[in-house]
């Protein structure tokens, strides 16, 4: 079992930034992937960023060159950093990690883009 933990979640005004973290805790001798996904009233989840245990990474086009997801091995952290935000980023975030062929999730983390 993995439990995940996320906060940095709030309310930002358009083209402000926020850094979500998500901390693990358990089993966390077998994370491989991390990542964020995120889930907008309405809309179906969607995947933000993703990255693995070697430090690749990849973005959702919507995200690109304003997100970066990093992490911190050594704590079981990923971050999520988010620039230039946008009122359609809004959306709840959720971390999620696989972990020896298993996936798991936080519980999620309100961002709200509003002026």
């Known amino acids: 079992q993995v439990q995940l933990v996320e906060s940095g979640g709030g309310l930002v005004q358009p083209g402000g930034s926020l850094r979500l973290s998500c901390a693990a805790s358990g089993r966390t001798l077998s994370i491989s992937a991390m990542a964020w996904h995120r889930q907008a009233p309405g809309k179906q989840r969607e995947l933000v960023a993703i990255?693995?245990?070697?430090?690749?990474?990849n973005y959702a086009d919507s995200v690109k060159d304003r997100f970066t997801i990093s992490r911190d091995n050594a704590k079981n952290t990923v971050f999520l950093q988010m620039n230039s935000l946008k009122p359609e980023d809004t959306a709840a975030y959720f971390c999620?990690?696989?972990?020896?062929?298993?996936?798991?999730w936080g519980q999620g983390t309100q961002v709200t883009v509003s002026s």
């Open positions: 999620w990690v696989l972990s020896g062929g298993i996936g798991y």
């Open positions: 990255i693995t245990s070697l430090g690749g990474t």
